[in-house]
């Protein structure tokens, strides 16, 4: 009586299994658990008084050997290995909706004399915090990052608020580098370009701020760069800049030159380039030009490239040949400008941090390139380091490869659903001569927290979150009184209390003074690292025990699972012991990859982990991190297993029951598709193929609740993909070709 009970009753032929909090019972012969064939509504709580919560109907037996089927502390995703047998399931949690929601969207059900309430009080199922890391970068690259991996992680942090160690001034990869306009102003179409810029000439320039092409920390090394834009002269102007990054010291521009060549000048700190017959007086064109070597003969280093991608062009003149290679304007301090003094119209300009290739600058300029694309895309997506698109008719110096607007394409993985947060995390990696990081040397300086405390806020409107991790301090270390937790009480003061605050701690460097221990929401501790034992599960025990013993109350201690592995000395990815050994078994923790022994944590390890947290009942998880596990689809993924345990719980948003769900994508109609698909019943097979020149690039499958389901990369003019998997339902297709993106919406029966 009025406290929470778990209840599963399983019905087989010779009797039922009962469960009460975990507990089985079973009941021999017992009459009564087939349930009869009837036409009458089926009612959940006729008559009842108090409250029921998590009520699933299998139309399968549960036997007693699979306990964590049942999932008495969790609730259930499309990857219970059961989910087809999964009649109906009703969490209650969609309190936007009149009716009550089936989560299957099969037996939606009609309240009477109910009221909806969220549940506080029940230590036995409660909604944790599953924290994961990435990076911009890794959210480049990695493709295995998908929709089904946000959706099981409810607290995603960035790992890109670079901490200057002798500064506390907090920068992000990939700048803003917002466009300032003078003398220009946006247009919304000129001769066949939609969205472009449109400069006056004198005094006319966009200023995007000194941080473009600098080599900015979470990057990879830059050495090389391309600078690509499609521009259209109005009139020819000597000496006016399509792009120019000069001071006295450094320069980067690419300027008219002499008209009567129709010259482009190229100049690199003292050295002009100069390419005659490069560019047309009028009408749209296409331009990059690329730093393509350090080294070598000087007239390979400068390349440009016209009419996106026809044999380039190389430099026919140099004023003076260096003698050695200067390409230190990488990281000049001087303002970066677009359009200085030019008179004419510019769109769709691009800094990349590497040397395009012809191929991939003509995919550039017909905007096909995978690159482009973000989240995914792949490796040459994170050298984009910034575009201007000038399609914004309020804000035309937007720069879509901001850190903002990066941000906000990833919460477009979480659109149609809630529950979730994404936060930025604070990192400081600088250091000294001697090789010591320079943050504990400042760290108990009061004028350097400040001005941490003072850049944190300025990011707060723009995430919902702050994570510290800070390496390192160790027992005995008195900065952990005059800087470290001073820092924590700096932070939380500006962070206010519907913005998430966390610190991420170490089992061997978690000495926070007890007096600030409170401060933070939680704690992501790292029970992990190039030593083997910190992967050890007797390890994490005791880890957890003497974070208890310290002082930290069990509902912040956020414990955690790696999906690296190491050697002891040398570190690696979880996806890559996978990757060299496909039928891994989930009992292992040791595996052998290019002859080296490695441990990690495999499936069954993770699992043990998470149920240690039920049943110390203490507060979240983490794992280090996105990049390295496998995709969710795979069997060995690891944020899968941890979520059979501990569930994310992101949560679809679904406010009517008699239409299709609201959380479905909304499909514009457009009769002039350049590719078609058709979805064989009888086959279960989807076919797409192109009906154009089109070339079929990535075909993208999300369910009717918002789910991605699919998404592949393919080529040729025709793609075949089989169905017999998937769940009935409505599905959107989204195909990407080198003419555009088609939209299909079609259902699946079975």
Same mark, same amino acid.
Request: aromatic letters at 12%; glycine letters at 8%.
């Given at each position: ?6 209840? =599963? ?19 021999? $012969? ?119 991996? &946000? ?41 066949? /370009? ?49 792009? $120019? +990054? ?39 064109? &296409? ?29 026919? $003149? ?79 110096? +937007? @720069? ?48 350097? /927290? ?55 701690? &170490? ?38 025990? @003497? ?38 078994? =989930? ?94 019943? /009888? ?65 699946? +029966?079975?």
């Amino acid at each position: 009586m009025n406290a929470w009970t778990q209840i =599963t009753i399983s019905a087989f032929a010779n009797g039922i299994d009962v469960w009460t909090n975990g507990t089985k019972v079973w009941k021999a $012969n017992a009459g009564g658990a087939v349930i009869p064939a009837s036409t009458s509504s089926f009612v959940i709580g006729e008559n009842f008084k108090g409250r029921i919560d998590e009520f699933r109907f299998w139309n399968a037996e549960m036997p007693g050997a699979e306990p964590e089927n049942l999932m008495f502390r969790n609730t259930v995703n499309k990857f219970h290995p059961k989910y087809e047998n999964l009649l109906f399931y009703y969490k209650f949690d969609q309190d936007q909706c009149e009716d009550i929601v089936d989560y299957k969207l099969a037996y939606h059900g009609v309240p009477t004399n109910v009221t909806r309430e969220a549940v506080t009080d029940n230590d036995y199922f409660k909604y944790r915090v599953v924290t994961g890391y990435s990076s911009f970068v890794r959210h480049c690259d990695r493709l295995q990052i998908d929709r089904d991996m &946000h959706l099981m992680t409810n607290d995603l942090i960035i790992l890109d608020a670079q901490v200057a160690g002798a500064t506390g001034a907090v920068s992000l990869t990939y700048p803003d580098n917002q466009g300032t306009l003078s003398n220009a102003s946006y247009m919304a179409e000129y001769e066949g /370009r939609s969205g472009v810029l449109s400069l006056q000439g004198d005094g006319a320039g966009m200023n995007v701020g000194q941080e473009v092409l600098q080599d900015k920390g979470g990057l990879p090394a830059l050495k090389y760069a391309t600078i690509e834009a499609w521009i259209c002269v109005g009139e020819w102007k000597n000496g006016a800049a399509i792009f $120019n +990054k000069s001071d006295d010291s450094h320069q980067f521009a690419i300027k008219l030159g002499d008209e009567s060549k129709k010259e482009l000048l190229v100049e690199i700190n003292g050295y002009t380039y100069n390419f005659e017959n490069a560019i047309k007086a009028s009408g749209w064109e &296409h331009i990059a030009v690329a730093i393509v070597s350090t080294t070598g003969r000087a007239n390979a280093r400068i390349r440009l490239y016209t009419n996106g991608g026809t044999t380039p062009a190389y430099a026919n $003149n140099i004023s003076t040949i260096p003698t050695e290679d200067d390409f230190t304007f990488l990281n000049t301090s001087a303002n970066a400008v677009i359009g200085e003094n030019f008179k004419g119209y510019i769109d769709e300009v691009m800094v990349w941090g590497n040397s395009r290739t012809d191929s991939q600058i003509k995919q550039d300029a017909a905007g096909t390139s995978g690159d482009l694309t973000f989240p995914g895309g792949g490796d040459g997506a994170i050298y984009l380091l910034s575009y201007w698109q000038f399609d914004d008719k309020d804000n035309p110096g +937007k @720069n879509t490869r901001s850190w903002k607007e990066m941000l906000a394409q990833i919460r477009k993985m979480y659109d149609g659903y809630r529950g979730y947060k994404i936060r930025l995390g604070l990192i400081s990696s600088d250091k000294d001569e001697s090789g010591n990081k320079l943050w504990t040397s400042h760290i108990s300086d009061a004028a350097w /927290r400040e001005r941490l405390a003072s850049d944190v806020a300025e990011l707060l409107p723009y995430c919902d979150g702050i994570d510290v991790d800070f390496e390192w301090l160790y027992s005995g270390d008195q900065r952990w009184k005059t800087g470290y937790g001073p820092m924590v009480e700096a932070l939380r003061k500006v962070i206010p209390e519907d913005k998430v605050f966390s610190v991420s701690l &170490h089992p061997v460097a978690y000495f926070l003074p007890t007096e600030y221990i409170n401060l933070p929401d939680y704690y992501t501790f790292q029970i992990y690292g190039p030593s083997k034992t910190y992967f050890a599960y007797n390890n994490y025990v005791s880890s957890y025990n @003497n974070f208890i013993k310290w002082g930290f109350p069990k509902e912040k201690i956020g414990m955690s699972y790696p999906t690296t592995a190491t050697t002891g000395s040398v570190v690696s990815g979880y996806k890559n012991i996978v990757a060299a050994n496909p039928d891994l078994a =989930t009992d292992l923790n040791e595996a052998t990859m290019s002859g080296s022994t490695y441990t990690f944590n495999g499936v069954d390890c993770v699992k043990d982990k998470m149920n240690f947290i039920l049943e110390q009942n203490s507060g979240t998880v983490m794992y280090f991190d996105m990049g390295n596990d496998v995709a969710v689809s795979n069997p060995l993924s690891l944020i899968r297993a941890a979520n059979s345990v501990i569930s994310s719980n992101v949560d679809t948003i679904i406010t009517k029951t008699d239409s299709e769900p609201t959380s479905l994508p909304s499909v514009k109609r457009d009769e002039k598709k350049t590719t078609a698909l058709i979805y064989n019943e /009888r086959s279960e097979e989807i076919v797409v193929t192109a009906i154009s020149d089109a070339y079929l690039s990535r075909i993208s499958l999300v369910s009717s609740v918002g789910m991605l389901v699919r998404d592949e990369k393919v080529s040729g003019r025709y793609y075949a993909m089989q169905a017999d998997t998937f769940s009935p339902g409505v599905y959107i297709a989204r195909v990407e070709s080198t003419e555009g993106v088609d939209v299909f919406k079609f259902r699946i +029966k079975k």
